[in-house]
């Protein structure tokens, strides 16, 4: 089955720029969206279809894709910014990576 | 503005079922909106369920799951159902409705339920 990798963790200082990735076989040719999470709430998508960002989603937050990884980044990283981030992609179904936790200390 | 609401969580015996329900509003529900099902396992990450067509009439399941859980839709009710039997202590997880996204390639989910808890154990 096909799988997406993320790094378990992530930090950064706030107002930092911190990227997180998202790795896979042929991910250049697919559809990225990213998600966040925070605990105990519904997740939210930050960018669908590989860079695009929904409205009312912070311009601090966009995303990239080259070869095989897709990344997103956010920029001037806040306090609020921390949360669970996950990458998801179709390869005959639904994928989801495994989650990068971020922290913003 | 668009709202998905779970409900039907709860504790249950291994081998037991439970029938999850998530009510849609702020949207057409039956405007070529795909229905999913997605579930976090407590300590890990978001794993894809089920979804089912607008219609109805196609559905598909992760193989976790496949011949145990059933999704189904009401459109009249803007609901969407996730039936789950033959439970396992590793089914235990948070269960998320979550709508497919409409524009564009519609590979992405675009709003998501609160969750709802499902605890699989004797």
């Known amino acids: 089955s096909y799988e997406v990798s993320q790094p378990p963790s992530v930090s950064v200082s706030p107002g930092q720029t911190v990227t997180i990735t998202c790795s896979g076989h042929?991910?250049?040719?697919?559809?990225v969206s990213w998600y966040q999470h925070k605990a105990g709430q519904s997740p939210v998508m930050v960018i669908f279809?590989?860079?695009k960002r929904p409205s009312g989603i912070p311009e601090r937050f966009y995303a990239s894709k080259s070869g095989n990884t897709a990344s997103l980044t956010i920029s001037g990283a806040q306090a609020i910014d921390e949360a669970d981030y996950y990458c998801q992609t179709w390869d005959k179904s639904v994928v989801f990576g495994g989650g990068t936790k971020l922290t913003v200390l | 503005q668009v709202q998905l609401v779970e409900s039907g969580g709860g504790l249950v015996k291994p081998g037991g079922s439970l029938r999850l329900s998530c009510v849609g509003s702020?949207?057409?529900?039956?405007?070529?909106?795909?229905m999913t099902w997605m579930r976090q396992p407590p300590g890990k990450g978001l794993e894809w369920i089920s979804y089912i067509s607008s219609s109805g009439s196609y559905m598909s399941y992760a193989e976790s799951v496949k011949g145990r859980f059933t999704i189904s839709r009401d459109n009249a009710k803007k609901s969407a159902f996730l039936l789950m039997d033959s439970l396992r202590p590793e089914d235990t997880a948070v269960y998320f409705c979550?709508?497919?996204?409409?524009?564009?390639?519609?590979?992405?989910?675009?709003?998501w339920g609160q969750g709802v808890m499902v605890t699989v154990s004797s």
């Open positions: 979550a709508r497919r996204g409409l524009g564009g390639s519609g590979d992405y989910f675009d709003h």
């Open positions: 279809e590989s860079t």
């Open positions: 042929k991910l250049g040719g697919k559809y």
């Open positions: 702020g949207f057409t529900f039956t405007d070529d909106y795909y």
